[in-house]
């Protein structure tokens, strides 16, 4: 277990949230529970066949399991989405119906304060997962899109702080515009501080260091990003363009880009696009045997993450740790 790991658990102990694992006919997630249970880390609030979780093998003892379609909140749920989405189309008997559905029941334990967040994605597509938490959730107060991250865990390396780097995006924006690509930064760098309680120096990766390569449309799309990144958060140390290695490898930032406040030191790595960010995180996972705790969504009100369809128990675990520090540093605001 990483010492980022060990970090997330305790924090998550010191203060126990409730997180609704929206996936309980999910073996893996029942694994999960089960040593969130047993380690005291957070409550939990399972939904599904709520006959199938009781019966299982697993030790949920202290767990709240729901049937969202037996459930005694059900007709209140549905009243409350329906107020929430009628100006959207929404009808009762519509809403009724979503309620349901594991994620909408879920997502509504969360707005109406049932629980502090929620953890899914392990057997549902992204797609789904955000469409339930931006139809009643909506994103943060100031917050322009919804992006993703990885806290990425490299074994055996000094670079970043103590091998342990933020990813982004690697999950969620396909093609983001200079815009985008400025919050996402800013918004990485926040929850680079969250977690980690240290300050961000935050990199906008490209194939280009400080003009190396001759002008094209992807390296000015990021040099743009840096300049709306810096007005948006100006006491953030921040730099970009930036090559990967300029970026963390101190000797390399200090030869092509010596005036940086981040090159050679950067932990956040901001991506260009998704296939860049997606690439290099799996490629990092695998063939540097890294740690990989996501995808981690930020920009939404409250706490919803959404798994990996490929996670592990151990994986489900990590991310519900997370879900509970974002939790306490929402509350804490």
Known sequence: MSSFLDS???RAKADRQTIVLAEGDDERTLAAAERILADDVANLVILGDAAAIEASSYALDGARIIDPRTAP?????AAALFELRRAKGMTEEKALGLVDDVLYFGTMMVKLGHADGMVCGACH??????RAALQILKTAP????VSSFFVMVVPNCDLGQNGTFLFSDCGLEIQPDAEKLAHIAV???RSWSTLMGTEPAVAMLSHS????TVANADRDKVIEAVALAKELAPQMALDGELQLDAAIVPSVGASKAPDSPVAGRANVLV???LD???IGYKLVQRLAHAEAYGPVTQGIAKPVNDLSRGCTADDIVGVIAITCVQCQAMKAE
């Open 125 to 130: 597509a992204t797609s789904d997962v955000l």
């Open 187 to 189: 918004n990485s760098g």
């Open 142 to 145: 100031g917050v322009k899109l």
């Open 271 to 273: 991506f260009p696009d």
């Open 209 to 212: 260091t400080h003009g190396s």
């Open 276 to 278: 860049a960010g997606n």
């Open 8 to 10: 997330m658990l305790a």
């Open 73 to 77: 909140e059900r007709e209140a749920f």
